[in-house]
């Protein structure tokens, strides 16, 4: 979410941003859940709140 809100107060602030490529190290353990619908779900539950919160406080 961090990288959306990011992106959000960027372009509402008139700047621009740059890609830059990252080396992504193996997972020495656990297992990966962002495909997980519930997972999925609280995101966008989040996103859609911190988009009311930005579309509030421009009122």
Known sequence: MIN???????????LASTQLGV?????KGG???GAKP???L???RELSFSAWKWYRCKL
């Open 4 to 14: 959306t809100e990011i992106l959000y107060k960027f372009k509402h602030a008139g």
């Open 23 to 27: 080396r992504h190290l193996p997972r």
């Open 31 to 33: 297992q990966a859940t």
């Open 38 to 40: 519930t997972v999925i």
């Open 42 to 44: 609280r995101a966008l």
